[in-house]
């Protein structure tokens, strides 16, 4: 006989455990043999090693669904229980390659050869460049990844920054507060995190400081332990600008830097910190760099068209 307590710490209980722990109770039936107390957030496990084992693989695939739905319902604990792991993956799709399971069911994967390549990059190495063209999805897949990271708990929080090229006069003629005037910068950040993570949760985590989104000047000084941290439009950087942002990284960190040398936005006496960087960082061990191009776009087919023309007439000139 053994004991064994598994944590619920970034779940609401009650909707796992159902109103008056009656999916915990559902559970129980099939696990006769264990003695299972929930308290709270915890739920304690004694009873014969194997019996808790199998239990929590049962268990785990409960989370899984709700991950991937948002609710748990009688049905689906019924087909878990009833099915073997392998014959559940069959059932609803083998989830190895899914990175997150958004809201409404929504499963994030890597699409395409350079966004898988992206996933295997950051598995290996601590840092990430990804350049390429719009609609390629290194954005919406560095945010994929960090939020793996922060379920995982690989990671104890996400930084999330952008460079505000216009932070000279034109956001002085934004109303609002500073926020306000920043916040359309990082709004496709922004909508990446609503795909992945549950409103409340997300709100939580923004409150908490668990996910910061800031502008770039805002990490001058700072060092960032245990942190996934993604400089998104890393083309609109200084040079000065990305080195301070790359000399943050604290340890246990994972930093991604995205960005599209094709679209620069700095006035033409500045030069971006994001080519320069291509160039001097290249071949150091524990940076990976990874090339998206037009065969990585997910966008509407025409944002292909639109890339390839303006690489054409751009080549013309």
């Not at 696990?31 to 084992?53: D, H």
């Not at 996400?158 to 090229?165: C, E, G, N, S, Y």
């Amino acid at each position: 006989m053994i004991e064994k307590t598994i944590m619920l710490d970034d779940y609401n209980p009650l909707e796992i455990l159902g109103v008056n722990d009656v999916n915990l109770e559902q559970i129980k039936k099939y696990f006769s043999k264990l003695k299972v107390i929930a308290r709270g957030n915890a739920i304690k496990l004694i009873g014969p090693e194997n019996e808790i084992q199998l239990f929590e693989e049962k268990f785990s695939l409960v989370l899984l669904t709700h991950d991937k739905f948002g609710r748990i319902t009688e049905n689906d604990i019924n087909q878990i229980l009833e099915t073997t792991e392998a014959e559940f993956n069959a059932k609803n799709g083998d989830s190895s390659e899914v990175l997150v399971h958004g809201r409404n069911g929504l499963m994030v994967k890597a699409r395409t050869e350079n966004q898988k390549k992206m996933v295997e990059a950051i598995d290996k190495n601590d840092m990430l460049f990804a350049i390429g063209p719009a609609g390629t999805g290194k954005t919406y897949t560095a945010v994929a990844l960090a939020v793996r990271a922060l379920k995982n708990k690989e990671i104890r929080r996400i930084v999330l920054t952008r460079p505000a090229v216009e932070a000279g006069e034109n956001l002085g003629f934004l109303p609002g507060d500073l926020k306000d005037k920043l916040d359309p910068y990082l709004q496709p950040l922004y909508d990446a995190l609503r795909d992945m993570i549950p409103t409340q949760k997300l709100l939580t985590y923004m409150e908490d400081g668990t996910i910061e989104i800031a502008p770039l000047a805002f990490m001058r000084g700072r060092t960032l332990d245990n942190v996934f941290a993604i400089l998104d439009e890393a083309q609109n950087a200084t040079s000065n600008q990305l080195k301070m942002f790359l000399t943050r990284m604290g340890r246990s960190a994972k930093f991604v830097i995205t960005g599209d040398v094709t679209q620069i936005d700095l006035p033409k006496n500045q030069s971006s910190g994001l080519i320069e960087a291509q160039r001097i960082l290249k071949g150091i061990k524990g940076i990976s760099f990874i090339e998206l191009g037009k065969e990585d776009i997910i966008r509407h087919k025409l944002v292909t068209n639109i890339v390839n023309a303006y690489s054409k007439n751009q080549n013309e000139k």
